[in-house]
């Protein structure tokens, strides 16, 4: 019996298990036909009117499928896999797009996710299959559904033994940028309809796992970027959704509610599936204020968190190697949506493949210049070369680079942008910093505002991330400006921060704020905002948020410019009942690419993150405030002269103003000797002065009597906040 049963397993295998040079004629079980196109490229699929297969629960998925020339020799199969995603509203990739990975040996897939367009998104297809459809509207990025979608349908492929198991890539921009980012976070395991994870396994039980990612503006904490409420901070190693429910991005929300259920797909029925519902989330949201108190929101927030965002898939286990792109100028899914994953991912698992690449470009303002493009196109290339194609077995391509690389934004389009710039981690890809600090108690109004500049600055309604408007201060808002960029200027690289206090008393209210390039015209163009919903005290209470990252060089003669306003309306929706908010003790910080010491002075070291209460810095931030002149070696008394060393930190361009001042160390119990000597001294990066004080009676007298004496050193410049301390002995 037993030989009966391995008989009959084997002759299984040769009915089902493809031929070495057998044509592939069709894919999914013969659902999808496929053709050899010119060059030899084998298509499977259709662009007019669709080409499914059925997913796990039925629903009709448009796919098509592609594979390389057969090869004249050998197996024709276990091809290493692109999964190629659309965005929002979007329909599967053609072959067009395709034959960027066919050309270097890749099999790929694309989907229509399903509600949108021929994946039961429209009235025809509805109409093809009305009873398999009627639940097939659009989850928005499952983990449960879409997702599932995609790792069953790759599956099948390893079954027909068409694709690799585990050499499998995923790509894609918006909408596929999150299904890249949740593939990503999964990696070898499902999701299932209970929200439970299994192991991921082809239909036929084959363990499957996802070699590399690389999403392109992709969100990875769908409720934060949709309704902000200035809990993520780009310092910290864990940025989850905190506090209460923000602010709702309310002209592209808008726009994409109208896009998803009304012109390229179809939405659940109101109150039919909660955990589906766009049309009630959309009505709920956008009605505003009192949220707090709303358990419907809270119901809201907390399914988009689960099924929705790849930052809260269980994260026992590193992810997929990721090359995670964001653009600077992108309102809808920025920059920090990258940062907050990275860092995350750092603290947990230091050795993780996670590179961020940064630039210009993404949703509506994002300028998408070709060369920019096409710069990140050959990153893309070469990180699927090494963790797809090659499975990172020494197969002849290089590893990848490991870590941060930026271009930054410039206007006008025509122009090139700056870089790239590269650095180990995201907090070195700024070397200093330049403050600006206003103790003054300022009001912002609740009617505060121009309309006009705020259509001009909107992603929808505005012309552009090079628009402009005028820079005069707003009547009603608290603006901050900067001293006028000097020399060379410097170039802003990463997250404006405010440490302010705030009083506030309503809790609807909100701040929202701009940072601004002012000319020397009276003109000025956005460079960053943010959405916050600050703490509420009778009092004032010390409070810190950040604006959205961007690299942006401020030209000699160039304001930088910090706008706080009651909403950043159309783009943000302006809260119900919005009350005066006060803000005094303001710090601004910029994070720029030039070292300490630069323009005289102006660019600053590093100063240590303010923390709130239940954060942990994230990697590479702990040593911020640490680098200082300081002294070195012994000091020497020469008659009434001390000779001291000073140096300069590396990392800076120079120590500007510096002081040291020698006391004698204090005794436990006593204070100390008091002041022996002081002296000032400038220092280029990187360099030991010698300096030759002159000492106090006091000190001298010291001297006289003792052959040596303990002494605390302190040393100081310009660039720092506090003084380097040391204790050591001075001899004669």
């Not at 089902?16 to 084998?42: E, H, K, L």
């Not at 297809?125 to 509207?137: E, H, K, Q």
């Not at 500049?453 to 909107?458: C, K, M």
């Amino acid at each position: 019996m037993r030989k009966l049963i391995a008989i009959s397993v084997v002759f299984a295998g040769l009915i089902f298990a493809p031929a070495a040079n057998a044509a592939i004629t069709s894919v999914f079980g013969g659902d999808v036909s496929c053709s050899v196109q010119t060059g030899g490229v084998r298509f499977c699929g259709s662009t007019a009117p669709r080409s499914t297969s059925k997913a796990f629960d039925n629903v009709p998925i448009d796919v098509n499928v592609a594979f390389p020339p057969a090869p004249a020799s050998g197996s024709d199969g276990n091809y290493p896999l692109v999964m190629m995603f659309h965005g929002y509203g979007g329909s599967k990739l053609d072959l067009n797009a395709m034959n960027r990975w066919l050309s270097r040996g890749y099999a790929t897939f694309s989907m229509t996710d399903r509600g949108f367009n021929e994946s039961c998104g429209n009235a025809a297809s509805v109409a093809a299959d009305p009873t398999n459809c009627a639940d097939g509207y659009i989850r928005l990025m499952d983990d449960r559904y879409e997702v599932r979608d995609a790792q069953d349908f790759a599956g099948k492929l390893v079954d027909e033994g068409l694709v690799s198991p585990t050499k499998i890539g995923a790509i894609g921009g918006s909408y596929g940028g999150g299904m890249s980012m949740a593939l990503a976070a999964l990696k070898d395991r499902q999701m299932m309809p209970d929200g439970s994870l299994v192991p991921w396994e082809s239909p036929n039980g084959t363990a499957m796992s996802l070699a590399a990612a690389a999403p392109e503006v992709p969100w990875t904490d769908l409720s934060y970027s949709l309704t902000p409420n200035g809990s993520t901070l780009d310092y910290v190693s864990d940025a989850s959704y905190r506090g209460r429910l923000g602010i709702y991005k309310q002209s592209f929300v808008g726009g994409l509610y109208l896009v998803g259920c009304f012109i390229s797909g179809i939405c659940a029925p109101t109150g039919t599936n909660p955990d589906a519902d766009i049309t009630a989330w959309n009505t709920r949201l956008n009605a505003g204020e009192p949220y707090d108190s709303d358990p419907q929101v809270g119901e809201i927030l907390d399914e988009i968190k689960q099924h929705h965002s790849s930052y809260y898939v269980d994260h026992s286990e590193a992810p997929a190697p990721l090359l995670i792109s964001n653009g600077w100028t992108d309102d809808l899914f920025p920059a920090d949506e990258a940062i907050r994953f990275y860092n995350r991912t750092k603290s947990q698992y230091p050795d993780a493949p996670v590179s961020l690449f940064f630039m210009d470009y993404g949703h509506m303002r994002g300028q998408n210049k070709g060369a920019d493009i096409a710069l990140l196109a050959a990153r893309e290339q070469k990180w699927f070369g090494y963790y797809v194609k090659g499975n990172a077995q020494g197969s002849g391509s290089s590893v990848p680079y490991q870590g941060i690389e930026t271009l930054t934004q410039t206007c006008p389009q025509a122009s090139p942008s700056g870089g790239p710039y590269f650095a180990k981690d995201w907090a070195h890809i700024s070397k200093g910093e330049v403050r600006y600090a206003a103790a003054a108690a300022k009001t912002i109004e609740p009617t505060a505002g121009d309309p006009a500049i705020g259509n001009t600055f909107d992603p929808i309604a505005g012309p552009g991330a090079c628009a402009q408007a005028s820079a005069a201060d707003q009547a009603g808002t608290a603006t901050y400006r900067l001293p006028a960029a000097a020399g060379g200027g410097y170039t802003l690289m990463g997250s404006p921060t405010v440490v302010a206090e705030f009083k506030l008393t309503d809790a609807n209210s909100q701040v929202a704020a701009r940072l601004l390039d002012v000319g020397p015209d009276g003109k000025e163009t956005l460079l960053d905002r943010g959405l916050w919903r600050p703490k509420t005290d009778p009092g004032f209470v010390k409070q810190v948020f950040q604006l959205h990252p961007n690299g942006w060089h401020f030209a000699a003669g160039h304001i930088a410019k910090l706008e706080l306003l009651p909403n950043d309306a159309p783009y943000g929706r302006a809260s119900n009942d919005q009350q005066q908010v006060q803000v005094r003790k303001l710090h601004l910080t910029l994070p720029v690419l030039e070292k300490p010491g630069s323009l005289g002075g102006v660019v600053k070291a590093k100063t240590p993150k303010f923390l709130p209460k239940g954060y942990h810095l994230a990697p590479g931030f702990a040593d911020f405030g640490k680098a200082r002149a300081h002294s070195t070696g012994k000091l020497d008394v020469r008659g009434s002269r001390l000779k001291a060393q000073v140096k300069c930190p590396a990392g800076f361009a120079s120590c500007h103003k510096g002081k040291i001042v020698v006391r004698g160390a204090p005794r436990s119990g006593h204070q100390g000797r008091g002041r022996i000597a002081k002296g000032t001294f400038r220092a280029a990066g990187g360099k030991t002065k010698t300096l030759r004080l002159k000492m106090s009676r006091r000190g001298r007298r010291y001297f006289k009597s003792h052959q040596s004496l303990r002494v605390e050193v302190r040393v100081s410049s310009a660039e720092t906040v506090g003084a380097a301390v040391r204790t050591t002995r001075a001899s004669d």
